[in-house]
């Protein structure tokens, strides 16, 4: 044994070390867990027991004499490493390249706005995933099945991975935010207060007033006595506070597969201030959003007793707030990049 640790000790010290190919050798022959040092300890079993102590003693002296070794070479390469120009040839002489500092994007300002409008009423963010199943966009929200917006011309559905289960949920990119709604009804105690920010997609042709990739916040409330009288409160606040009190709101009737009663949300064009122009198509006023009771069908599909509780949902699109806010026409601003165009939010 006396033999093989002095053989041992001496190959230690003379391994050439020189590379990370050399370093990685050396680890595994002498300090990997079947390297040749674990195979002395293992035959120290075997040595007399007069003679276990010192024996064991050596042993662990030259673990750590390569221990020693290994980490000087292996600080020296890494010394070496930093040192070494990434670039040679490179003429660290030429002026600097301008490194021009980036800006929040107008609409991720129009959305913390808008959350931290509801904050101060009590509402939390929620947020859930971008792909959802059929269940989450369609049916718990009780869209029929014959609904033009379960066809592919409206929305984008994606192809199941393979291998998966005859009769599988069809799985598409969700065309709206409501299916947070869904999911927090239906994982979180009662009562509900949330708004869902998120990016939904719908297949659309690109234009000035429409795109195929678009941002909602929805908002859900669900307690006992929720009545109408409540939402339309909770939109008086909303709107005045982003847009300033001298703005007048109306709701038109309408209809939505998840609430009842609804309706549409329009505003005082902040264009032309109620008096009629092009963009609101000359009669004062513009469409923020839908909003209206929850169905009790829907209430029900999410485990939630209808004869007890009610509750109020709305929705509404970041970037129509947007081009309202800051009175942009054109809708591809947004996702075209154009510094022009970002640059005149940096001061916001």
């Known amino acids: 044994m006396q033999e093989l640790i002095a053989a041992l000790a001496a ?17 595994i022959n002498y300090l990997g867990r079947k390297g040749r040092l674990a195979d002395l300890f293992d035959q120290l079993k075997t040595v007399p027991a007069d003679e276990k102590r010192a024996v064991g003693q050596q042993l662990n002296a030259l673990k750590q004499q390569a221990q020693a070794r290994f980490d000087e070479a292996q600080q020296a390469a890494e010394a070496a490493a930093d040192n070494t120009p990434a ?12 490194h021009a500092l980036g800006t929040r994007h107008p609409l991720m300002l129009v959305r913390e706005e808008m959350l931290r409008v509801f904050a101060r009423i009590g509402f939390a963010v929620a947020e859930g995933p971008e ?3 059929d269940w989450h966009n369609f049916t718990a929200l009780n869209f029929p099945e014959n609904h033009p917006a379960r066809d592919m011309q409206d929305t984008f559905f994606v192809t199941p991975p393979a291998g998966a289960e005859p009769g599988t949920q069809p799985h598409l990119l969700r065309t709206h935010t409501s299916t947070v709604q869904v999911r927090v ?14 990016r939904v997609f719908r297949n659309e042709a690109i234009s000035a007033r429409a795109h195929m990739m678009f941002h909602q916040v929805e908002g859900i ?57 092009n963009i609101c198509k000359y009669s004062g006023w513009v469409e923020i959003g839908g909003c209206g009771m929850v169905d009790p069908a829907v209430l029900e599909n999410a485990k939630i007793d209808s004869e007890k509780y009610s509750g109020y949902a709305w929705g509404m699109g970041i970037e ?29």
Do not use: H, W
């Not at 040679?88 to 301008?98: H, Q």
């Not at 054109?330 to 970002?342: C, G, K, Q, V, Y």
């Open 221 to 277: 409330f669900i307690d006992e006595g929720v009545s109408f009288a409540d939402l339309k409160q909770t939109v008086y606040y909303f709107v005045q506070e982003l847009f300033g009190a001298d703005i007048n709101i109306r709701f038109r009737p309408s209809f939505f597969p998840f609430t009842e009663p609804s309706a549409e949300i329009d505003i005082t064009c902040l264009i032309c201030k109620g008096a009629g122009c």
């Open 185 to 198: 009804m239906e994982t979180e105690p009662l009562p509900i207060r949330r708004v869902m920010p998120g």
């Open 131 to 133: 792909i959802e199943d």
């Open 87 to 98: 670039n040679p040839d490179f003429d660290y002489t030429l002026p600097p390249v301008p």
């Open 11 to 27: 190959e230690i010290t003379t391994a050439e070390l020189n590379n990370a190919a050399t370093l990685d050798a050396f680890r």
């Open 320 to 348: 129509r707030i947007a081009m309202l806010k800051y009175q942009i026409k054109d809708l591809r601003l947004f996702t075209e990049n154009d510094m022009r165009f970002l640059r005149q939010f940096e001061a916001l």
